[in-house]
């Protein structure tokens, strides 16, 4: 069932992994560019992934945020190569002590890593010299950061894009905060996202604000219908469709409801 693809795009290796093959949602990307590697893959994946990380000499390690799919490995990538990973100052307390994920989560990716990691420094580089621009961007979760490679116009995105539009949302995301963080993102200019789940995506600053403008569009239509009076979850229904299977099976944890509760939020 796993899914198991490299890639590679000029000197930019990549390698997807996931227990199950149902989608960008399912599965997770791990990428290394010279002796730097983006986010770990999840623990449950680890037997496709060590030889990947063994394979070439790896002198830096940058997660995006705490997240499972992206920092699984961290201990056991940690211990094998004795670098130690950088990550967000607001990621190092969960990397360290671990924390509980819904029943769903621990089936698709695993358990969460722990490690002891250190903070991002004021600035970074690749191997090469590089200029590595940390841009928090929080709303997906509260330590999310991408990753811009200014030179080339490559933008690492974390979870930010996905896809240019959005159905369901994990409870603990907030869909105002994710705005202003893709506004501040759009700021800079990149051409090529590097998505973990989504893959390389070209035109990626026309595609992500695409995203913004469903989503600003989606609050607009979410914010009229509750002016009638009309429920979440019936919103949800009419404009959404059907809760999914996923969202059932997560307790509605992740699912169109949510989604529709945070667009209420929005000031438009
Ligand atoms: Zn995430």
């Known amino acids: 069932m796993s899914v198991i693809e490299r890639f590679q795009h000029e000197d930019l290796e990549a390698i997807r992994v996931g227990r199950f093959n149902l989608g960008v949602n399912t599965s997770f990307i791990v990428y290394r560019l010279g002796e730097t590697v ?41 211990q094998m190569t004795g670098v130690t990973p950088l990550a967000p100052e607001l990621s190092l307390k969960k990397l360290r002590d671990g924390y509980a994920t819904p029943l769903m989560q621990k089936l698709v990716w695993g358990y969460p890593g722990k490690a002891e990691a250190k903070p991002l420094p004021a600035s970074m580089t690749l191997g090469s010299g590089e200029a590595v621009e940390a841009i928090f961007a929080p709303g997906h979760a509260r330590d999310m950061t991408c990753y811009l490679l200014p030179e080339r116009g490559w933008l690492f995105s974390a979870d930010l894009y996905i896809a240019n539009y959005l159905k369901m949302l994990r409870a603990d995301e907030d869909i105002s905060i994710l705005l202003e963080s ?9 051409e090529l996202i590097c998505c973990p789940h989504r893959g390389l995506v070209k035109d990626g600053k026309t595609r992500l604000r695409e995203k913004y403008d469903y989503i600003i569009n989606l609050a607009g239509k979410v914010q ?45």
């Open 224 to 268: 009229a219908m509750h002016q009638k009076g009309v429920p979440v979850t019936e919103i949800s229904d009419q404009i959404l469709g059907k809760e999914s299977f996923i969202s059932l099976l997560s307790g509605y944890n992740f699912s169109k409801r949510n989604l529709v509760k945070s667009c209420l939020e929005v000031k438009l």
């Open 182 to 190: 893709t506004l501040k993102v759009l700021e800079y200019d990149f």
């Open 38 to 78: 983006i986010d770990t893959g999840p623990s449950n994946q680890w037997r496709f992934l060590k030889p990947f990380i063994a394979e070439k000499p790896l002198e830096q390690l940058l997660i995006t945020h705490h997240h499972e799919d992206h920092a699984g490995n961290i201990g056991r990538i940690s």
